[in-house]
């Protein structure tokens, strides 16, 4: 049974950092992208960063970029997402993700996998 279990949300003010964390069981993580979608209140999910199988390359909304570092440890199964400078338009609900072919889809439906969802919210 694979599962994505996500952790480090939470409330923080602007320009704070969160670390999200991701730990995939039941699959092999290296044999996926993985990555994070986003979807704030009132909004559409969106693709928010995606990270190669073996760390290689890196891939990011226009928004995050320079402010959201994705990153990922083969050995412990885990994906992270270390965010600085966060701003209120932050705030949403993040659900890591797993591919074998690393789609940028804003639909969950499209990942092989998905975490459980994380709230992020910060306040101005």
């Known amino acids: 049974q694979v599962q994505l279990v996500q952790s480090g949300g939470g409330l923080v003010q602007t320009g704070g950092s969160l670390r999200l964390s991701c730990a995939a069981s039941?699959?092999?993580?290296?044999?996926?992208?993985m990555g994070w979608l986003r979807q704030a209140p009132g909004k559409e999910r969106e693709f928010v960063a995606a990270?190669?199988?073996?760390?290689?390359?890196?891939y990011y909304e226009d928004s995050v970029k320079g402010r959201f570092t994705i990153s990922r440890d083969n050995a412990k199964n885990t994906v992270y997402l270390q965010m600085n400078s966060l701003k209120p338009e932050d705030t949403a609900v993040y659900h890591c993700?797993?591919?074998?072919?690393?789609?940028?889809?804003?639909?969950?439906?499209?990942?092989?996998?998905w975490g459980q969802g994380t709230q992020v919210t910060v306040s101005s």
């Open positions: 990270i190669t199988k073996n760390g290689g390359s890196t």
């Open positions: 039941g699959l092999t993580f290296s044999g996926y992208t």
């Open positions: 993700t797993a591919d074998l072919y690393g789609t940028q889809s804003s639909n969950l439906f499209d990942y092989d996998y």
